[in-house]
């Protein structure tokens, strides 16, 4: 079964949101592309590259994954998670040398029955989970940046970790189910699946070295968090560490080391982000979103969200409301 839902759900808020939730607030899932292949040795396909993240789960046998313009390939084991951010044009196959052929040719060929896909020459099985995330780039984009070109999750001792693994049997079940409801509940199951890998990405990066994205260092996390919350604040480099109890230099050299930009280019992303999505989620007039998110007129945001988007605001709700699957 391979089929596209466009179903918008937005990470939910929690009291006293840690910084990695916060990192993960607003996050919207617009649409998942999925299918569930059983592929027999030697088998291999090809994805070309797209604008949104992909991702590849093997629940059993073994495999290979190559990324276009990367000399090495990834091996991959049973319970291997592993998600391009960027969508790069990659292929996977049960050994180094197997030919590959395009994946649309491939489901052309061999239409999924009951679910699932069957291709391969007969072989070994491997048993994989495949697809896609449309993602809003505006609310994603600092999530996607921080992350690695490949975000490999391994699996322990060949088998799943157990958030995985529930969640991978969950989804199997409801697709081959096909019953009513199943579109939507499959479509927040994989949601949740990539909301945890994101978070197990996350932690993992989360090493305190001078680029990261910022949760290692306690003051600088809390500096994010408290301009994600009052964002409609007239901040400055100094007020900023004013809150948290450092120097003005002190906070910005801490600040630009943790999470390799300044405090206020950081704050502008994160402003300008939230305007696209009160413009792609609600029916506010321009001059209130720039009221709630630190902008003195409609004239000062439009330039700003121009410049970060390449296009008017207007101009960008307009597209949403006429296609909900386009990203920023």
């Known amino acids: 079964m391979c089929c596209e839902i466009g179903m918008t759900k937005t990470i939910g808020s929690i009291p006293d949101r840690d910084s990695v939730s916060d990192l993960l607030f607003g996050l ?34 073994s495999a290979w994954l190559e990324v276009d313009g990367r000399p ?16 790069d044009a990659h292929a ?49 984009r600092p999530l996607v940046e921080a992350l690695p070109d490949v975000v490999h999750l391994h699996g322990h001792e060949g088998r799943a970790p157990e958030w995985l693994s529930g969640l991978v049997r969950m989804i ?38 001078p680029g990261s994205i910022g949760i290692a260092d306690p003051v600088v996390a809390r500096a994010q968090r408290i301009m994600r919350s009052r964002p409609q604040d007239a901040w400055s480099v100094a ?11 002190a906070f910005a ?23 696209a999505e009160y413009l792609r989620t609600t029916d506010l007039v321009l001059s209130e979103i720039a009221r709630l998110t630190g ?9 700003a969200f121009r410049r970060q988007f390449g296009t008017a605001p207007g101009a960008y709700r307009r597209a949403r409301r006429m296609d909900p699957a386009r990203t920023a």
């Open 72 to 87: 090495e390939q990834h091996r991959l084991l049973a319970g291997d998670l592993v998600i391009l951010p960027r969508g």
């Open 92 to 140: 996977v196959r049960d050994a180094p040398q197997s030919p590959v052929r395009w994946l649309e040719r491939i489901l052309a060929d061999d239409a999924p029955v009951r679910g699932r896909l069957n291709h391969g020459g007969g072989g070994a099985r491997s048993d994989l989970l495949c697809g896609g995330f449309n993602i809003d780039r505006a609310a994603a």
């Open 295 to 303: 902008y003195d007129s409609e004239v000062s945001i439009s330039r």
């Open 28 to 61: 919207s899932v617009t649409s998942t592309l999925y299918c569930i292949s059983e592929m027999s040795a030697p088998w291999g396909f090809r994805v070309a590259a797209r604008e949104n993240p992909a991702f590849h789960l093997l629940s059993s046998g």
């Open 253 to 275: 050299q801490r600040f630009r080391f943790t999470t390799g930009e300044a405090p206020m280019r950081w704050l502008t992303s994160h402003r300008l982000a939230r305007v």
């Open 172 to 209: 199997g079940i409801e697709i081959a189910a096909a019953a009513p409801g199943t579109e939507a509940v499959v479509t927040r199951l994989t949601d949740a699946l990539l909301t945890q890998a994101l978070r197990q990405s996350l932690i993992a990066l989360n090493d305190g070295s």
């Open 239 to 249: 007020g900023i560490a004013a809150e948290v109890g450092l120097s003005r230099s």
